[in-house]
């Protein structure tokens, strides 16, 4: 067996994170047998998104309270906190404030359960390491509500849509958020999700792109599809198209905002593979009557450019008001 164990760890042994080695020290220092909560003690040793999530907590809400009732004080050089007074406090009169403590705890468990860690249980299951790669990828490893780097506070990917409102682990319905905006979006969104949920599922009838013909559907994800355009401005002009009913790019659910990118990329690497004269490309969106768009259900245009077809190109999207596209 010690053989086996050399060899796997040395030759076989592929990380994405740190788990693997963890698992198998925490059976080697317990007789070689643990239970799965003894082991996820010692992975959650190590994780430092959840020491820094604790961090914050501890200096921003609970550390704050007992500072401001005059109960603890902390150095910002050591970040050490002192309960004040502390040596004054006999023996007993210690085991009797830990024994008071304690009780306050059993009554709030007893009293909320489950729901104390609730903000904790964010996303109701496993994302595989691929997507969380991909979500973290797409969001340049910042937070995609407050912009911090993921250098400087642990991102958190998450649901969108949570599974428990009918939510996918479908891509465009995960987000990167850092520790603290996934906190206080769990705490403080009060959006009936089975709405957002129902209204996904919105078509108009007679609606060009409510009712499209599959067969003109080049790829599709959960909320998105994309579409050559009938009149194209150039070949392969192609359009992103919302699945659900919504006039404009403007009234796009962040899911949905999320799909649509999705696609955007998809459609441009197949364009480039398809090709190789493309040397650029427009994004287009007409956002109502006076900005030209005459079918009301939002499409993205995706309009590939190629070197020399048009005399002088500069300006680009500024050409929309004549005159305006030469500065």
Same mark, same amino acid.
């Given at each position: 067996?010690?053989?086996?164990?050399?060899?796997f760890?040395?030759k076989?042994m592929?990380?994405?994170h740190?788990?693997?080695?963890?698992?198998l020290m925490?059976?080697?220092d317990?007789?070689?047998q643990c239970?799965?909560?003894?082991?996820?003690?010692n992975l959650l040793?190590?994780d430092e998104?959840?020491?820094?999530?604790?961090?914050n907590?501890?200096?921003n809400m609970?550390?704050k309270?007992?500072r401001?009732?005059?109960l603890?004080?902390?150095d910002?050089?050591?970040k050490?906190?002192?309960?004040i007074?502390?040596?004054?406090?006999?023996?007993?009169e210690i085991?009797?404030?830990?024994?008071?403590?304690?009780?306050k705890l059993e009554e709030?468990?007893?009293?909320?359960?489950?729901?104390v860690y609730?903000h904790?249980?964010?996303s109701?299951?496993?994302?595989?390491?691929?997507?969380?790669y991909?979500?973290?990828k797409?969001a340049?490893?910042?937070c995609e509500l407050?912009?911090?780097?993921?250098y400087?506070k642990?991102?958190e990917?998450?649901?969108i849509?949570p599974?428990n409102?009918g939510g996918?682990?479908?891509v465009s319905n995960?987000?990167?958020?850092?520790y603290s905006c996934?906190?206080?979006k769990?705490d403080?969104?009060?959006?009936?999700?089975r709405k957002?949920r129902?209204?996904?599922?919105h078509?108009?009838?007679d609606?060009?792109?409510?009712e499209?013909?599959?067969?003109?559907?080049?790829a599709?994800?959960?909320l998105g599809?994309?579409i050559?355009?009938?009149?194209?401005v150039t070949q392969?002009?192609?359009?992103i198209i919302?699945?659900?009913?919504?006039p404009t790019?403007f009234e796009l659910?962040?899911?949905e &905002? =999320?799909a649509?990118?999705?696609?955007l /990329?998809?459609a441009?690497?197949?364009s480039? #593979?398809?090709?190789?004269?493309?040397t +650029?490309?427009n994004?287009g &969106? =007409?956002n109502?009557?006076?900005?030209g /768009?005459t079918?009301?259900?939002c499409h993205? #245009?995706?309009?590939p450019r190629?070197r +020399?077809?048009?005399d002088?190109p500069?300006?680009g999207?500024r050409?929309v008001?004549?005159?305006k596209?030469?500065?």
């Open positions: 067996m010690a053989n086996r164990l050399f060899h760890i040395q076989q592929r990380m994405s740190v788990y693997q080695p963890l698992m925490t059976l080697l317990n007789g070689g239970s799965d909560t003894e082991i996820a003690k040793i190590r998104s959840q020491i820094d999530y604790y961090r907590i501890t200096n609970v550390g309270v007992l401001n009732h005059g603890v004080e902390r910002k050089d050591t050490t906190y002192t309960l007074d502390f040596d004054s406090l006999e023996e007993d085991a009797a404030l830990k024994e008071l403590c304690l009780k709030f468990l007893d009293k909320r359960g489950k729901l609730q904790r249980r964010k109701a299951g496993y994302i595989s390491g691929t997507l969380r991909e979500v973290l797409r340049k490893f910042r407050c912009g911090i780097s993921a400087e642990a991102l990917v998450d649901h849509v599974r409102h996918s682990d479908d995960l987000q990167a958020l850092c996934n906190a206080m769990r403080r969104d009060d959006t009936d999700f957002v129902e209204s996904y599922e078509r108009e009838r609606c060009v792109f409510c499209i013909d599959k067969s003109r559907i080049l599709e994800n959960q599809y994309v050559f355009d009938n009149y194209p392969l002009h192609s359009l919302p699945k659900r009913h919504v790019y659910g962040q899911a &905002i =999320n649509c990118n999705q696609l /990329q998809y441009k690497g197949g480039l #593979h398809h090709d190789k004269s493309i +650029g490309f994004i &969106i =007409n109502g009557e006076s900005a /768009q079918i009301f259900h993205i #245009h995706l309009i190629r +020399g077809d048009v002088n500069r300006g999207v050409h008001i004549l005159g596209g030469n500065y």
